[in-house]
């Protein structure tokens, strides 16, 4: 049997084990055994992915309610191992120059797209340069500025065949880097990295859009999409490492109400849940209940000001807006997931040159000060030629419980404080990337998880013209600073750099972090195997249901 027909035949299968337990009353507890009985029911792992992909298409992916089904169904050169380590993926073995500018990646033998197809080489370079291509309008497409030429393409400067990434033959791979990049192997696990099937995106560029025509090269296999409802993975029994997944397939629902999803997961609907309303992870919190889990993550809470919309092009207005966020308060009282007030963009958990915490060695850039806040904003608005009573912002944010308690506990710090009213405004996620990508907000609720493990994966979001510069910030020197980040080869160079971004950039305020993440999720006691990255969502690949 080929394939493309096991993967509907898989389908099938998976649809009608979930019809069979809706009947029982949804009560999955009987998953059984997945060992050698025949007449096993298929372990399904239940989830809820909170929000709409707005693309499956690891080139045009740019959240993680995309890339956390991309994380399972594609996998690149290199992967997170159940440890955290950076392990080969796709590639059987990698060689890298003296100089650190060369990489030489020969891929595994018999490495398959879902539809039976060799994964090549050809196929990794396909993918990147269409990444790179500005045809593509891939948000991500920076991420490949660091293969030799990938801006100079990008920017019209350079041809696609200038860029440094070539299939030698169908399974090695040879890419040349603008300067040494000490994470670069670990950005060729991260999703916009993914490769494509060459063949397929040629033949149908509409492929990522339905499921019967989604091929890809990981452990789970896309079968069924309900937009707005429902997402369903299934086990690829051709992925290499097929044996170490034991599940038979993961069904993500769409739900943004937090509440309703955790109501779910309380009736057992769900297996697994992130996220979980506040409430409920400080009641669990206080219980000590073991299906708590406060997950490790890499990520910065914060808001955005459009500096290209009077008052917010007034770096004294989005300072006196900063100045007078509680932080401590905010993690305290609302949040209540283990979060740390934000002393700077760059959170905890990332080594500078001497491998101390960067954040330590940057301090605390973060304050609260209502009485300074007030002077500023009076002085900023006048500025402006604007009065206190005239100034009504609208603060956006994603359908959620959460980000609408923290936006509920600022607009009242702020009517406190400064004595302004503003007016609360919440959108679909995707509709909210879609409207801070067109500049339409003044002030909206953003987060940023690090896709790598180094400051820059954080300092360069705000780069002029940046594609996730959704503050439209704009400062030479901060941009020279960014550059010497991604260009030295001296690990001391680049980090002072950095400190000195970040400096320019709590100074010039365009966003106003709130906190360092943490990651709040529920697994049920019959769950195992499952695996938190630092700077991913969680992985299913080798959790289990025992029953």
Known sequence: MNKKKRAVLLSVLLVLALLFTACSGGDNGDNGDNGDNGNAEPKILRTNNSSEPGSLDPALAQGTH????????FEGLMKKSQTGEIVPGMAASYEMSDDGLTYTFTLRDGVE???????????????????LDPETAAYYSYQFFYLKNGEAFNSGEATMDDVGVKALDEKTLEVVLESPTGFFLELTSFYCYFPISKDLDESNPDWAKDPSTYVSNGPFLLTEWVHNASITLSKNDGYYAA??????????????????????YEGDEFDFLTPLPQTVVAQMTEQN???????ADLATYYYNFNSEVKPFNNAKVRKALSLTIDRESIVTDV??????????????????????DFRDGSGNFLSFDAAAAKTMLEEGLAEEGMAVADFKPVLLYNTSEGHQKIAEAIQEMWRVNLGIEITLENVDFQVKLDREKAGDYEISRAGWIGDYIDPLTFI????????????RFSNAEYD???????????????????RKAEAILMEEMPVAPIYFYTQPYAQKSYVTGIYKPVNRYPYFIYADIEK
């Open 66 to 73: 995309e890339s956390w089904v991309l994380d399972h169904v």
């Open 113 to 131: 797209w879902s539809n039976g197809d060799p994964v090549t080489a050809q196929d990794f370079e396909y993918s990147w340069k269409r990444a």
């Open 243 to 264: 044996d170490l997944v034991n599940l038979d397939g993961i069904e993500f629902a769409i739900l943004d109400d937090a509440n309703t999803a955790w109501q779910r």
């Open 289 to 295: 209940n073991p299906e708590l889990v406060i997950g």
């Open 335 to 356: 949040a209540q997931g283990g979060q740390t007030p934000a002393e700077g963009v760059v959170p905890y958990g990332i080594p500078d040159e001497s491998g101390k």
């Open 460 to 471: 360069d979001l705000w780069v002029t013209d940046g594609p996730y510069n959704d503050a």
């Open 480 to 498: 020279a600073y960014v550059k010497t980040a991604r260009t030295s080869t001296d690990q001391a160079e680049r980090m002072e750099a950095m």
